[in-house]
């Protein structure tokens, strides 16, 4: 069984010219900027199959990206386990993939290097269609409250390695 990192990834989902869709992105840029010793970050623009090698070799993740839900105002963070999108995998072509579905798939394929752990914090978007560089002033605002949850969940993290 190979060894995986004890350190806490943080992925950024998103686009920088797809606005709101840059918020998971520009959460991880302030993530980063915190040079936290226990913490790896990536700031990617991939989901579906292109997350499984992004998450392998880690115990704890954490996925950052904007969410349409329509239950929600714009810049409401939420949070979320995997099994929360169980009702979104299905069968699709290769290029189709979901991020549920590529996850499933990841821990079918490699178990031992998926993590234990993954949670996301998702902030509800505005608009993720238009192309823009810069988000609404909603996603703005709520940049801050968002990077609080990803350090709260990264505590959390913390709280149970020390635990074992």
């Keep these: 069984m190979s060894k995986r990192s004890d350190k806490i990834l943080v992925i950024g989902l998103g686009s920088p010219i797809m606005s709101d869709d840059a918020i998971g992105l520009e959460v991880v840029d302030e993530i980063e900027a915190m040079e936290l010793d226990d913490v790896d970050t ?31 105002g714009p810049g409401t963070i939420l949070f979320y386990n995997p099994e929360d999108f169980d009702d979104t995998i299905g ?19 490699e178990p031992e290097m998926m993590p234990d752990t993954v949670k996301f914090v998702a902030i509800e978007a505005k608009d993720i269609l238009t192309v823009h560089e810069g988000m609404s ?4 605002a709520a ?19 020390r635990q074992n």
Excluded at 92 to 109: F, P, Q, W, Y
Excluded at 137 to 140: G, K, R, T, W
């Design 137 to 140: 002033e909603e996603l703005v």
């Design 42 to 72: 990536r700031q990617e623009p991939v989901g579906g199959l292109d997350i499984i090698p992004l998450l392998w070799g880690y115990r704890n993740a954490i996925i950052v990206d904007a969410i349409q839900t329509g239950e929600y």
């Design 91 to 109: 069968d699709a072509s290769a290029h189709d993939i979901n991020l549920a579905t590529g996850m499933k798939i990841g821990r079918e394929v």
């Design 143 to 161: 940049k801050p409250k968002a990077v609080e949850a990803v350090l709260h969940v990264i505590e959390e993290f913390r709280d149970q390695l």
